[in-house]
């Protein structure tokens, strides 16, 4: 019933520059929160960047400075704009929409199918 279909990512050299996009399709009711979460490898997943339906923003301690989340809620998409990156940014990125079906009142969670972003030389 609701799809999440991400783009972007790849290979990028330190200090480059990449950026991400998932866009929410189908019987969507409204959505709360869009976030981005990494997992590297041997790593845990971990939280990078949310936006929510209003325009607040929040961001792991690691990235700030570098990372930029924006959302264009008409298109129900939500973008991450990553800019001077480590090879420690090297992840599977995935994105996250806190979301509600049409014709529905409870929220759930929805998640990309991942894209992997690799920083190296």
């Known amino acids: 019933q609701v799809q999440l279909v991400e783009s972007g990512g790849g290979p990028v050299q330190p200090g480059g520059s990449v950026r991400l996009s998932c866009a929410a399709s189908?019987?969507?009711?409204?959505?709360?929160?869009m976030s981005w979460y990494r997992q590297a490898p041997g790593k845990e997943r971990e939280l990078v960047a949310s936006?929510?339906?209003?325009?607040?923003?929040t961001y792991t301690d690691s990235v700030k400075g570098r990372f930029t989340i924006s959302s264009d809620n008409a298109k129900n998409t939500v973008y991450l704009q990553m800019n001077s990156l480590k090879p420690e940014d090297t992840a599977v990125y995935s994105c996250?929409?806190?979301?509600?079906?049409?014709?529905?009142?409870?929220?759930?969670?929805?998640w990309g199918q991942g894209t992997q972003v690799t920083v190296s030389s």
């Open positions: 996250n929409f806190v979301l509600r079906l049409r014709f529905t009142s409870m929220y759930d969670n929805y």
């Open positions: 936006i929510t339906r209003g325009g607040s923003v």
């Open positions: 189908g019987s969507i009711g409204g959505i709360n929160v």
